[in-house]
T-cell receptor
Framework: GAVVSQHPSWVICKSGTSVKIECRSL??????MFWYRQFPKQSLMLMAT?????????EQGVEKDKFLINHASLTLSTLTVTSAHPEDSSFYIC????????????FGPGTRLTVL | GQNIDQPTEMTATEGAIVQINCTYQ??????LFWYQQHAGEAPTFLSY??LDGLEEKGRFSSFLSRSKGYSYLLLKELQMKDSASYLC??????????WGAGTKLIIKP
């Protein structure tokens, strides 16, 4: 099946610093990538949808200047959490979809971010 | 608005059968997914239904009724490793996944 990787798996950073998370589709080209956030004991919350070569579409309530998304190629999307604060500590998961009308999303293993 | 409802938590016994229900109201429908998620891990795909009826895959089966906006995931011969959260998600008219809050399944010996 399709494989999606994320790097790093976990990261601890100081408040005020920026953190970059990479999401790669290893054996397929992803037209669309999604970024989710999941707080403990809660479901996935879609943050943004990213199509290769265009600006990401952010969900309501997600600050686009704080969560910078770059989808520069068909196999790589990055999420940068700028000026991270403790409340940004969460599990960040990316997923990738092959085509616009293809349903299945393939998930990365997630990145656990802890902001001190 | 769009809404996915599923029970918050269920408990079952090892070796038994459990059914996890999901009801949905969405703008458009392009299929319903069930995912399994163990604590601290990303979701993994279990099943996909786009037509009415039952899809069976080993110990897991998933049922869909589009007219009722209803699906269930049936797990047979429960094993301790089945303890996880089970997420119901519907693909809407824009092929965007709308997620339920998940059902935490606790398996007891």
């Amino acid at each position: 099946g399709a494989v999606v990787s994320q790097h790093p798996s976990w990261v601890i950073c100081k408040s005020g610093t920026s953190v970059k998370i990479e999401c790669r589709s290893l054996d397929f080209q992803a037209t669309t990538m999604f970024w989710y956030r999941q707080f403990p004991k809660q479901s996935l919350m879609l943050m943004a949808t990213s199509n290769e070569g265009s600006k990401a579409t952010y969900e309501q309530g997600v600050e686009k200047d704080k969560f910078l998304i770059n989808h520069a190629s068909l196999t790589l999307s990055t999420l940068t959490v700028t000026s991270a604060h403790p409340e940004d500590s969460s599990f960040y998961i990316c997923s990738a979809r092959v085509g616009l009308e293809i349903n299945e999303q393939f998930f990365g293993p997630g990145t656990r971010l802890t902001v001190l | 608005g769009q809404n996915i409802d599923q029970p918050t938590e269920m408990t079952a016994t090892e070796g038994a059968i459990v059914q996890i229900n999901c009801t949905y109201q969405t703008s458009g429908f392009n299929g319903l997914f069930w995912y399994q998620q163990h604590a601290g891990e990303a979701p993994t795909f279990l099943s996909y239904n786009v037509l009415d009826g039952l899809e069976e895959k080993g110990r897991f089966s998933s049922f869909l009724s589009r007219s009722k906006g209803y699906s269930y995931l049936l797990l047979k011969e429960l094993q301790m490793k089945d303890s996880a959260s089970y997420l119901c998600a519907v693909s809407d008219s824009n092929y965007q996944l709308i997620w339920g809050a998940g059902t935490k399944l606790i398996i007891k010996p």
